[in-house]
Structures are given as C-alpha cells and as structure tokens.
C-alpha cells in the first residue's frame, strides 16, 4: 500500500557546514510539562517547547482530560492545570500519533484517576510492546484491555484510589519509570519504582520542581530506588525548555563527517543520562568543544562547536547504551565513516523503538555500501576511513523519524544520492530539521 501522504525525498553529498543554530526543545522535557503543567492548579508558563507531532499529541490529550493549553503568538505555552485527581474522561479515543512517550505515560497517569480512556495510535506505535507499562499499572489496580500482544488500540480504566507499589524495573526504561512515577501522583502511600540501570531522569527532576515529595537513594551497586508520596499536590511553574540532544546528535555527526564543518550548536542539554553519544564520538576522535556550560530550567546545558574530523572505530561499552538510546542510529553512520572496526551490544531495546532500528539500519546502511554485520543485541560495523560511502539506494523509513534523519546525514557523505521513501515522521520530532541543514549549506 503506498501512503497519499509520503514525502519522499533525496540527500547528496554537501558542501562544509557551517555556522550556527538553534536546535528545537528537549522531547522528553516538552511531554513532562505539557503534564505535570496539566496536574497543578494554576497557570504555568512553557517557553522553549518542542512542537513536533508527538508534544502536540500530549497536549491534545492533556485537553481533552480537562487542562486548558495555549500557545500565545511569541511561542509561550500558557497551561492551566486541573490538579491531581482531577483528569475528567476523555470524550473520543486519545490519539498518540507516532508517540510512545506520550502513550506510556498518560497511560500511568490515566491508571490511578477515575476515568476510562481508550488510546490508538498509527501503524509504528500500534506494533510497539505495551505490556511493561500493562505489568506495574495493572497491579497497581487499573483495569486494562490491550489488543493481542499487549499492543494498541489498548483501554485503561483507571483506579482510584490505587494501590501503591514497590516495582523493579524489568528493562531499563525511562517510560515505564515515569509512568510508575506518574500513577504514583495519584495514589495515596508510597510508589516506589527500583532501578538497577539508570535512565533518564527527567521525570525525577520535574516533579520535585513542581512540588512532588520525591527521594532517590542509591545503592553502593548503582541501583536507584526512587520514591513518590501521593497523593501529590503540584504548584505552578516557569519552565524553560532545554534544546534537545537527541535531535542535536544528527547534526554534531554531519558536522563531523562532512569534509570542512565547523558548526556550532547552541543550547544543548547536557545531562548526564542523556549525554553519552558526545564521549563516544569524542573517545573515537571527534572535535567537539563545549562553549559556555551553564543551567537552564535545572538542567544543565552548553553551546557545542563541532569540527570535521576522522573517526576511528571503537568498542562502544554497553553500559552507556541508556545514556544515548535515541542515539544509535546516527552513531552507526558516523561508524560507516571511521577508520576501522565499531562493535556495538547490548541494544536490545532498539527492536522496539518507533522501528526495529538495528534491523532497519543494518539494511539501509548496507544498501548504501556500507560494511555491516547484524548481531542479536547490535551492529559490527567497518568504515570507510573517512571516503564517502557509495550511496545510490531508496530507504525504507518505516515511520520513524531518526531513521529518516540518519539516512539524510548519510546522503550528505555518499557518492550517489541517497533517497527516503517518507521524510514525513521527522516532523513528530524535528519539524525544522530540513530549514537548519539548509542554512548550514549556504
Ligand atoms: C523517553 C525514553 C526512552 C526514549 C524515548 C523517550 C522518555 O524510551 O527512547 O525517545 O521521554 O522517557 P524507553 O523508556 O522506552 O527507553
């Protein structure tokens, strides 16, 4: 079946980018405003959001629970909330659009209020796994009906009051985390959720900011145990959304592979469970000079000024895969670049993102000439040693925005021009993604 509304489109290989920009608002941030925003009573003030398809989905299931949200012509966000309890019943069945971030965590958040809400998605969200959320909000005492495999269409009748839990995480996820968390908000006790592997920890941060009684203990091993005390009551805030590394990361690798970039990125989050794609491309050569490291909206962040530079493949260490989760599929390309060997393991968890990214970059990136091998848990990759890629191939984007965005940056170093079959997801991310690259090229 083709898609009326497919954008394709073609990239080739570029002249040195440079100058400077801004990138959009952190993703992960944007969707913990839009909500806690939407759980005090009062107004809060969001600059910097990120507007991508997935935020938008957030906020048009944030209003249709009872918050109201607007956008004011400067591009304030003005969000009055309803308080925790207080999520009234959805009309229509909320639609995530591409968003898993947004589905598992309204769905937590659903689970612990008094009201019955049905989520779908599109034809990515609806083969992605729901039953790590399904697990913890269940017995928490929501009753959920999914479609087969714990997938969408799913309803969430929620519970209140909820049962507090004290929940180990079975995958390192941010999502389960946070929709723990956010049931947590509602329920009267303690909610616990335990971490052996740290995650992002967004939703930590926020919701001490907006009042929450939240503690986090660490264990000699590492382990985190996170705690909330419901049932919360959350004060407005003036939040000033931090740009988004995720989306920084393809533009510090074009910056790096192209032949005479130099490229400065200005107001990039730098927290530490978000920031492991800067030390692996550094530990593999890359000259990435971080200007100005100061705080914005409690996270810390700085202006990245990125130069080309020859990569040498490394062996990148498991253990930083959370800190960079989004970030593997940009980092195979900068490995199809570099001299020598990239051994990637331990990304199992990138078979159920918006696509199966090891799968569907293995085969793109093939297809284009590159030198790769697919493991169980991630890629063997041999680069080029800094010469352009072939190219010369259509990609299968399979609605998900990074893939998109990565093949793009690999047109920018490829012989033939490489060709998307569907540019549209990067919107859900990265509206301005095409605008910025242009104005690099000038
Ligand atoms: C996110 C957590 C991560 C990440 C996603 C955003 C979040 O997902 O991949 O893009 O905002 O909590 P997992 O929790 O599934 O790893």
């Not at 079946?1 to 941030?29: C, E, H, W, Y």
């Not at 996820?173 to 995650?199: F, H, R, Y």
């Not at 004060?235 to 074009?254: E, L, R």
């Not at 299968?396 to 060709?419: E, K, N, P, T, Y």
Request: proline content about 7%; some cysteine.
């Amino acid at each position: 079946m083709t898609d009326q509304n497919a954008r394709p489109r073609s990239f080739s290989a570029s002249v040195p980018l440079k100058g400077r920009i801004a990138i959009p608002g952190d993703k992960s941030i944007s969707h913990r405003s839009l909500m806690l925003s939407a759980l005090a009573v009062g107004e809060s003030r969001v600059t910097g959001l990120l507007e991508g398809h997935d935020v938008l989905a957030t906020a048009a299931a944030m209003r249709a629970m009872g918050a109201t949200i607007e956008r004011r012509a400067d591009g304030e966000w003005r969000i009055h909330g309803v308080g925790v309890g207080g999520l009234i019943q959805p009309q229509g069945a909320l639609d995530m659009g591409n968003s898993g971030t947004s589905t598992r965590l309204l769905m937590g958040l659903v689970a612990s209020h008094p009201i019955t809400a049905t989520f779908i998605g599109d034809a990515s969200l609806s083969g992605r796994p729901m039953g790590r959320v399904i697990d913890p909000l269940a017995q928490m005492g929501a009753d959920i009906t999914s479609s087969p495999g714990g997938r969408l269409p799913l309803m969430v009748r929620g519970l209140a009051p909820a049962i507090p839990l004290a929940y180990r995480l079975p995958v390192a996820s941010a999502q389960v985390k946070s929709a723990v968390l956010l049931a947590g908000l509602n329920t009267p006790g303690i909610t616990q959720v335990i971490e052996p592997v740290p995650t992002r920890d967004h939703s930590e941060r926020m919701l001490r900011g907006f009042g929450a009684d939240l503690t986090v203990e660490t264990d000699t091993d590492g382990t985190r145990h996170i705690r909330i005390v419901g049932e919360a009551e959350l004060k407005p805030q003036t939040i000033v959304v931090p740009g988004d590394p995720s989306s920084a990361a393809f533009f510090i690798v074009a910056a790096l592979l192209v032949p005479g970039s130099d490229v400065t990125i200005t107001n990039v989050g730098l927290n530490p469970t978000r920031a492991g794609l800067i030390d692996v491309l550094r530990q593999m050569g890359g000259n990435i000079e971080l200007i100005d490291p100061r705080e914005v909206g409690g996270e810390p962040v700085a202006d990245l000024r990125v130069r080309h530079s020859m990569l040498t493949g490394v062996d990148v260490d498991p253990a930083v895969a959370p800190s960079m989760i989004d970030e593997f599929p940009i980092l195979f390309v900068a490995a199809a670049l570099a001299k020598g060997r990239t051994t990637t393991t331990g990304l199992e968890e990138l078979r159920v993102k918006e696509s199966d990214r090891i799968a569907v970059m293995a085969t793109g990136l093939k297809a284009i000439g590159a030198r790769v091998t697919e493991t169980e848990d991630g890629l063997i990759i041999d680069g080029t040693g800094g010469d352009p890629l072939p190219g010369g191939a259509t990609i299968a984007g399979h609605l998900d925005h990074r893939i998109c965005m990565s093949f793009a940056v690999a047109g920018l170093v490829s012989g033939a021009q490489v060709s998307i079959d569907d540019i549209a997801p990067v919107a859900t991310s990265f509206p301005s993604f095409e605008a910025l690259l242009a104005g690099l090229q000038q």
